[in-house]
């Protein structure tokens, strides 16, 4: 039948385990220490002395419950056999958090398919540096999806070399989808008329327009690098239903002028940080307090905020300068729990995943968020600049960029085991999407349909030729990372896990040859009788949750809360996700 189904052995399997995991209990050991024990009883029965069956039996349980309390403890320690508890949540293989070997197979990462452009900036008040995209899905009104966008438009007013000084007024707008891919502007009016920029010139907006904030005085600067989300929060007041973050640069004070950060106040200025603004109904913005709510950041980025339903908490990320004083941009992080007091100092970033460490880059928009089917797990896009590349002769700027992928499970500690570009600037025959700033991901995903997601991207930024052009892309659901075997085949093991649920489904896809084959082992590695591979025909076919069965069925909840390991075997197929369910 197995170790599985035999109680004698279970010390045996329990030392095992702990020893090829931990190294720090020998399988010698406990093989004396099970002798020593035994004959030490059987010795004290022999000689005689007043000891009864009740008193050896309770010895033996005694040593016995000490062994498996010490292997418990080690359990917990680093390397140990503690199983991950995952529930019946959604579990993705966009790290290696689950994965205790590979072989014969790959992690590979996907890039979005290219839909071609959903959304043209070409409004007077949007234009050429138009960006700071934010996209989200606010409900089904009427049984109809209705989606969200928000950007800040920016026209751009001279030529390069008048650099920096060609940008115009920034505003910002917003969009509105029922399918994410046409998008039309709602006709506001809230703002019409004359207003000055933040350089001190004058600009006029005229009717009808999509504006929802143009800021004044003081708060001028919050035009730029507004970035909205819906809140989620179960606490949260009506009339804050919608929360933003947005650049500072008014000064602390009514009087103070408009701070210019140098090398002296690195790595951030006095009087730069970031505001927070509320909305009831993501239209009528307001501030919700006039003070700063972080002021240890530097602000010409995307910054992002958003509640974490699976933490309790307001995360924000924001771009500072690298902590070894090299000028490198980089991202931190901080937590909130009433959106206003945030947590300082700010948290950098620490990057995993490379062997030999992840090398320094530029890491400018960080569009971080919680992925809405499994939101304890984090994805980020991230804006990558990389510097001394001129490709469009007389750009003032040497620099191009691309979209970078990453994910963590605590928000602070990412996986970047995929250095690779995730969105490339393309073919571009106009060579429009060749400068720095282009390929800046949208925050936000879209489940536009049923198995698909919906990824967007800025291109045709900075230039006077053309307009900025919103990009859209499609991944299928979950569809980030995939577990890959080639047609030679391979398979990978998990960790010890311990789940919730009555069947195991995956999101797979093969090819009309490909398989993939599931064996469910004791968290020593032995197969269970009834789940072993020889059990599980093979599974072909392409489908987003995808029931495993074996000979007697699917019915795995006899297993449920005890440690298992699942171990994979597949051929030209790819694996996305897992999920255990009822």
């Known amino acids: 039948m197995g170790n599985y189904h035999r109680p004698g052995n279970f010390l045996a399997r329990s030392v095992k385990s702990a020893s090829r995991t931990s190294g720090n209990i020998e399988e010698h050991e406990f093989s004396v220490f099970r002798k020593t024990t035994m004959t030490q009883a059987c010795e004290d029965d022999m000689k005689g002395i007043e000891m009864t069956k009740t008193q050896s039996f309770a010895r033996l349980l005694t040593f016995t419950v000490m062994f498996v309390a010490i292997t418990v403890a080690r359990a917990d320690e680093p390397g140990g056999t503690k199983p991950i508890d995952i529930g019946s949540r959604l579990e993705l293989f966009v790290d290696q958090y689950l994965i205790d070997s590979l072989q014969g197979v790959t992690r590979e990462l996907h890039s979005p398919e290219r839909k071609g452009a959903v959304f043209t900036f070409d409004r007077p008040w949007e234009g050429g540096a138009t960006g700071c995209v934010t996209v989200f899905d606010d409900g089904i009104p009427g049984g109809v999806p209705y989606y969200r966008m928000y950007y800040v438009g920016t026209p751009m007013r001279g030529e390069y070399k008048d650099f920096p000084d060609i940008f115009g007024s920034a505003v910002v707008c917003c969009a509105e989808s029922r399918d994410g891919i046409e998008w039309t502007r709602p006709k506001l009016d809230l703002f019409v008329g004359e207003f000055t920029d933040r350089y001190g010139k004058k600009f006029t907006l005229p009717a009808p327009n999509n504006v929802v904030w143009v800021g004044q005085g003081r708060f001028v600067s919050t035009n730029d690098n507004f970035v909205p989300f819906k809140d989620t929060n179960p606490a949260c007041k009506p009339e804050a239903r919608y929360k933003a973050i947005s650049r500072y640069l008014g000064g602390d004070t009514p009087s103070d002028p408009r701070p210019k950060p140098d090398d002296t106040n690195y790595p951030w200025a006095p009087g730069v940080g970031l505001v927070a603004f509320q909305s009831p109904d993501g239209i009528h913005w307001s501030l919700m307090q006039e003070e700063r709510i ?255 069965k074996w000979k007697a069925g699917s019915d795995v909840s006899a297993l449920a809360g005890k440690p298992v390991r699942l171990r994979f075997v597949m051929t030209d197929a790819d694996l996305y996700s897992i999920r255990f369910r009822d």
């Open 294 to 548: 972080i002021k240890k950041t530097e602000t010409d980025a995307q910054n992002v905020a958003f509640w974490d339903s699976v933490r309790g908490q307001y995360v924000c990320y924001n771009r500072v300068w690298s902590k070894d004083g090299a000028h490198w941009r980089s991202i931190a992080t901080l937590t909130s729990k009433d959106f206003l007091h945030w947590s300082d100092p700010p948290v950098w970033l620490e990057y995993s995943g490379v062997p030999g460490g992840v090398p320094q880059e530029h890491l400018y928009d960080d569009a971080i968020l919680p992925y809405f089917r499994a939101p304890h797990i984090y994805l980020g896009f991230i804006l990558r600049l990389v510097g001394g590349r001129e490709w469009v002769k007389g750009f003032p700027e040497d620099q191009v960029s691309d979209a970078v992928f990453m994910s963590s499970r605590d928000g602070v500690h990412f996986d970047r085991s995929f250095m690779e570009g995730w969105i490339r600037p393309g073919k571009d025959p106009e060579r429009q999407s060749w400068i720095h700033g282009n390929t800046s991901p949208a925050w936000g995903l879209l489940q536009t349909v049923p198995d698909e997601l919906s990824v967007y991207w800025v291109d045709h930024f900075k230039r006077l030729e053309c307009m900025p052009q919103l990009q859209r892309g499609t991944l299928r659901l979950d569809g980030f990372v995939s577990v890959h075997a080639k047609y030679a085949g391979g398979e990978f093991t998990t960790k010890p896990l311990t789940f919730k649920g009555r069947e195991l489904t995956m999101n797979i896809s093969t090819s009309a040859v490909g398989s993939v084959r599931v064996e469910l082992q004791d968290d020593a590695g032995t197969a269970i009788p009834g789940f072993a591979l020889a059990d599980c025909p093979p599974i072909y076919g392409d489908a987003i949750e995808e029931v495993v």
